[in-house]
């Protein structure tokens, strides 16, 4: 992000890409795509290491787990499934949802995950069992995305019915409602010190949350399109945003200012990370 100009291409799924995530060492990444398979890859030289199968479904989202050895994969199947990165195995499919599902974080202490899907619902999963601990419900439509604070104790969750909820994961109860946008939320993401978090949504804006008043800040506008993805600097001065207007934007959140737009996509961009 120095110079903003592209690093290299990295080739290799048949369909749309929907989620990328960087491993903790920052050497590989895995990626997740409609064409129903994650690939496992190389950053240093830009080739894919593996492929990952088993979803019926289109893959929405990846996360890893903090020491780097698996990830979770989320799909339209109405499945979760954890992956041995190593071997590129599937080590065990987390059934439970009864919808698609849209997005999943990992709990910081890499044991536990927290999933939306379009029946409405949060899950939280273990993921030494693969069990379901428990059932989050609130939201009135579609949850299409989720973030977990720093210490794990708290998550947010967007949602179709254009509203963002933050939790309680140690009473799995719901803390409160940020209302605010005018159409569904589509990313969210918390700052390395849990104090804020920034949501992007299909009414093309980005919005800055203060989590302890659980007020609204300021919103960022500039994308022409739908915000499909969003990632916060481990300072938290800045964000960066995938939209459907085939670009990237780098933002200040501590005036609301677009610094600049990155372009080269040919079509939408639905994944960030920083």
Known sequence: MQTGKEISTLTGHNSRVTAVMIAPDGKTAVSASYDETLKLWDLQTGKEISTLTGHNSRVNAVAITPDGKTAVSASSDNTLKLWDLKTGTEIFTLTGHSNWVRAVAIVPDGKKAVSVSYDNTLKLWDLQTGKEISTLTGHNDAAMSVAISPDGQKAVSGSDDKTLKLWDLQTRKEISTLTG????????????????????????TLKLWDLQTE????????????????????????????????????????????????????ESVNAVRR
């Open 215 to 266: 007020k609204e800040i300021f919103t960022l506008t500039g994308p022409k399109e739908s915000i499909n993805a969003v990632a916060i600097s481990s300072d938290g001065k800045k964000a960066v945003s995938a939209s459907d207007d085939k670009t990237l934007k780098l933002w200040d959140l501590q005036t609301g200012a677009e610094i600049s737009t990155l372009t080269g996509h040919n």
């Open 181 to 204: 946008h005018n159409d569904s939320v589509m990313a969210v993401a918390i700052s390395s010190d849990g104090q804020k978090a920034v949501s992007g949504s299909n009414d093309n």
